[in-house]
């Protein structure tokens, strides 16, 4: 996920948990058991406030133009949400990779088996797997290497990148590959002293 698109989620949600906690607060402090431990200085809601009392809801009931004005804010509000959650599922795992040609379509699956492949014949690389996340024209591959006790991590990543990541950028020209690698080393299981 791209940096500016998770800070627009994390945005949206700490502007909405902070709304949803405000208004939990305003409706709290009108209960007696929270409003009676509140510290005097900070406001409160009256425990016999009347929130629409039958004056306002007439007046309101004499305008037309509200319920259509609520309507379509609700449902703008509802396509913004499925639009939003459309593109958080869109980013998920790359299916097929468009290629040149018209109709021809390399399969994303055989592109991160060959990737995961060439990882794997790395010096000091026990397993080797590789996701392929994004959209046709931006790439990312998620690498997930298990190196063997004796590996180094620094001479990994730099024959990683020479070999297999480059040669994945020169596969996907003209289209962007960021790589995010994760290094992790093999566990061995402790012996039992009989």
Same mark, same amino acid.
């Given at each position: 996920m791209s940096r500016l698109r998770s800070g627009t989620n994390r945005s949206t949600l700490l502007c909405a948990a902070a709304v949803l =906690?405000?208004? !939990? @607060?305003?409706l709290a402090s009108a209960a007696a058991p929270v409003r009676d431990r509140l510290p005097s200085a900070l406001p409160r809601v009256g425990a016999d406030?009347? &929130? =629409? +009392?039958?004056?306002? =809801? !007439?007046? &309101?009931? +004499?305008h037309d133009w509200w319920p259509p004005v609520v309507i379509a804010a609700l449902a703008v509000g509802t396509v913004l949400f499925l639009c939003w959650t459309a593109a958080q599922i869109r980013t998920g795992r790359l299916r097929e /990779?468009? =290629?040149g040609q018209a109709g021809v379509? /390399?399969?994303a699956g055989a592109l991160a088996s060959a990737m995961a492949e060439r990882a794997r014949a790395v010096d000091g690389v026990a %397993? #080797?797997?590789?996701r392929l996340l994004g959209r046709p024209r931006r790439l990312r591959a998620r690498i997930t290497l298990v190196l063997e006790t004796d590996g180094s991590p620094e001479a990994v990543l730099r024959e990683l990148a020479r070999g297999t990541i #480059?040669?994945? %950028?020169?596969? @996907? #020209?003209? %289209?962007t590959l960021e790589a995010d690698v994760r290094l992790t080393t093999r566990r061995h299981r402790a012996r039992r002293v009989h």
């Open positions: =906690l405000f208004a !939990g @607060a305003v406030r009347v &929130w =629409l +009392d039958q004056e306002v =809801l !007439g007046r &309101w009931r +004499d /990779l468009p =290629l379509t /390399l399969s %397993r #080797a797997h590789v #480059a040669e994945a %950028r020169a596969a @996907a #020209a003209p %289209r």
